[in-house]
């Protein structure tokens, strides 16, 4: 246990069917970042949040995803319309990044494995 | 573009010494990560290296060469729980992360 949570675990659903996922990151982590997973690849990088503001959006992105971090702790990710193609893992993690710009791991969360039938 | 290239799949015995190679081009350079990650899971944190040379930590070991653009994971007295991806990550200019797509590293008693 890294200690990032991610609710749910699980999530089946249908094509055309919105889905949210949360993700609790190590409290005093200021990063937050999302990613998707397909099998025998790397993670993906989808967006990342630097306290509440959310810094950067992967240019792959497509609209119907959102993510928001309203207070600077957890974080919410929004699939609208979803697509068999959305089928994957979700990975949270957070880091720590210094005001010098030291660079710190991230933590994962144990990932939301998405299924879109 | 950016890009980091690791072996998609190795095979090594149980108790033998094992090398997993990643390269890398990438935007600047701020450290390099290297994960492990078993099947429907999470990657968990591995090495990190920032400036060139070799860091051991037990019985895995993690180089960094920046001026080739090469890093390596050595990992000794292999154990069926190492049975893993092991995934290449590259911090760039932007502080991004950067992901390989990770070598499957597969253990046989």
């Known amino acids: 246990d890294t200690g990032v949570s991610q609710d749910p675990r699980h999530k089946i659903t249908k094509r055309g069917q919105n889905v949210t996922f949360r993700c609790d990151p190590i409290s005093e982590h200021n990063r937050l970042y999302w990613y998707r997973q397909t099998l025998g690849q790397g993670p993906e990088f989808l967006t990342y949040f630097q306290n509440e503001a959310q810094l950067e959006k992967s240019r792959l992105l497509s609209d119907r995803f959102s993510a928001e971090r309203p207070k600077g702790s957890f974080s919410t990710l929004e699939i609208q319309h979803t697509e068999q193609g959305d089928s994957a893992m979700y990975l949270c993690?957070?880091?720590?990044?210094?005001?010098?710009?030291?660079?710190?791991?991230?933590?994962f969360g144990p990932g939301t494995r998405l299924t879109v039938l | 573009g950016q890009n980091i290239d690791q072996p998609t799949e190795m095979t090594a015995t149980e108790g033998a010494i094992v090398q997993i190679n990643c390269t890398y081009q990438?935007?600047?350079?701020?450290?390099l990560f290297w994960y492990q990650q078993h099947a429907g899971e999470a990657p968990t944190f591995l090495s990190y290296n920032v400036l060139d040379g070799l860091e051991e930590k037990g019985r895995f070991s993690s180089f960094l060469s920046r001026s080739k653009g090469y890093s390596y994971l050595l990992l000794k007295e292999l154990q069926m729980k190492d049975s893993a991806s092991y995934l290449c990550?590259?911090?760039?200019?932007?502080?991004?992360?950067?992901w390989g797509a990770g070598t499957k590293l597969i253990i046989k008693p």
């Open positions: 990438t935007s600047g350079f701020n450290g």
């Open positions: 993690a957070s880091s720590l990044v210094s005001q010098g710009g030291e660079y710190n791991e991230q933590f």
């Open positions: 990550a590259v911090v760039d200019s932007n502080y991004q992360l950067i």
